[in-house]
């Protein structure tokens, strides 16, 4: 499996996404998940309907999550991939 790597632009972009505790959450509750719905996600977190779509964007921008839609619903997978390209990029940072 190759390894990704992750710019500094894309590396900003996921440092603010996951500075917010929302996103944060978003985030746990795909990752535990193989595929996750927007309407599940907004059972789960207490906040309206468009601040999830909202955080979820954020997520897809900064990669963090893959998107699909069937009909009009969207789906999300979590890229671990690219997490973990920037968790190893944040530890080279501090090394």
């Known amino acids: 499996m190759n390894a990704i790597e992750i710019d500094a632009t894309q590396f900003e972009r996921i440092a603010k996404a996951l500075s917010d505790r929302r996103r944060f959450e978003i985030l746990q509750i795909v990752a535990t998940q193989t595929e996750s719905c927007c309407s599940e996600i907004g059972h789960r977190v207490p906040v ?35 997490f973990t390209a920037y968790l190893e990029q944040l530890r080279l940072s501090f090394s």
Not at 50 to 59: A, F, G, N
Not at 65 to 77: D, I, P, T, V, W
């Open 48 to 82: 309206a309907q468009p601040t999830i779509s909202h955080h979820l964007k954020e997520l897809t921008n900064a990669g963090l999550l893959a998107s699909r839609r069937e009909g009009q619903h969207c789906y999300y997978q979590f890229r671990r991939d690219v």
